[in-house]
């Protein structure tokens, strides 16, 4: 939500909180795996304005006691301790394994997986460093919120010029996974978002690779309850 390439972000916001508010009586947990916001930085005292409608959802979800967790992506990096306190949500900056209906799921956003270019790992390493987040907050934010925000336009633009999703990230998931499943067999579940494809494949015995896809035009997100796991997209079942 707020990327420039929505036509109109407000009902973009509001196709998200309609589609939390239909899940609201039969959610046990809801995770988010990042991206879920093009841009937030929080300050000490403040933080940016907009999502009033979907931060009220996530607030009446979990006091509701919906269990809600939001594993941080490259564009929503920045979280820090505002929506933790406010909403009674867990943010997770990398990955966690939860058990879930009987079955073991490894869970991140998935950007900081695979053979990333020496660029890319060098801009990551920028933004997720203390001293360069704490710079960063010195500077008044009608400076920083539309260098964000074009720098995120540009990105976006250059990405879609390459070809989107890029066959290298899978890949480079796919190998993650055939790696880190030889000594974790125990997980039957390995779910990403960060590429914006919906996908469900077989990658090493026993287990399957599940990536989310994306709520710009797919409006995809997975369920998994007693009857197992269903991939689904909202407002086409």
């Known amino acids: 939500m707020g990327a420039p390439y929505f036509p109109d972000s407000r009902e973009a916001e509001k196709r998200v909180v309609a589609f939390l508010d239909s899940i609201k009586d039969d959610a046990d947990a ?139 990230v899978l890949d480079g998931l796919r190998e993650f996974v055939k790696e880190y499943h030889a000594n974790n067999p125990e997980v039957d579940f390995y779910m990403f978002g960060h590429v914006h494809v919906l996908s469900r494949e077989n990658v090493a015995a026993g287990c399957e690779m599940i990536v989310l896809g994306e709520w710009i035009r797919t409006f995809s997100y997975a369920v998994l309850d007693e009857n197992g796991l269903k991939l689904l997209k909202w407002g086409v079942n």
């Open 30 to 168: 809801i995770y988010l795996l990042g991206d879920v916001l093009d841009y937030w930085y929080e300050y000490r005292y403040v933080v940016p304005r907009g999502f009033v409608r979907f931060f009220g959802k996530l607030a009446e979800l979990s006091d509701s006691g919906i269990k809600i967790t939001w594993l941080i992506g490259n564009h929503d990096i920045w979280i820090f301790d505002y929506l933790p306190k406010e909403l009674g949500i867990r943010v997770v900056d990398g990955s966690i394994t939860e058990l879930i209906h009987g079955k073991k799921v490894y869970m991140t956003h998935g950007d900081g997986i695979g053979n990333l270019p020496a660029s890319f790992r060098f801009i990551r390493g920028i933004f997720r460093n203390r001293v360069c987040q704490k710079l960063f907050s010195a500077i008044h934010p009608r400076w920083t919120v539309p260098f964000a925000y074009g720098w995120s336009r540009h990105s976006r633009k250059t990405g879609e010029e390459r070809g989107v999703p890029d066959a290298r």
